[in-house]
């Protein structure tokens, strides 16, 4: 029977090989998702912040209007994040396992 990949996978991609099993992979991609929610939902804050400010400054209700909106959907979002980062952590301790955890000192 002949090896259909000989070239290993760890020489495909070095980055791949840092992590021990694919749940270390999912784990760091799951926690950055977590992070980059997180600006994301500073930087709609501070834009929707400034489109308030900008459209009280000129007397536009519509860019007011629109400020705000940005304001209500960053803040809607930021709280789906960490209701759905909480909801994971109490799966977690129900079924005893740590699902958002990256072992340190490997």
Do not use: C, H
Not at 86 to 106: A, C, F, R, Y
């Amino acid at each position: 029977m002949e090896r259909v990949f000989a070239v290993p996978i760890q020489s495909i991609s070095p980055t791949f090989s840092q992590f021990g099993t694919f749940r270390e992979l999912v784990n760091v991609i799951i926690l950055n998702a977590f992070v980059l929610a997180g600006l994301i939902s500073f930087v709609l804050l501070v834009l929707g912040g400034f489109g308030v400010i900008m459209g009280a400054g000129e007397g536009d209700t519509k860019k007011l209007e629109q400020g705000r909106q940005t304001i209500v959907g960053a803040v809607v979002g930021l709280i789906v994040v960490v209701v759905s980062y909480w909801m994971v952590q109490l799966i977690g301790k129900l079924t005893g396992l740590d699902l958002l955890s990256i072992p340190v000192g490997k």
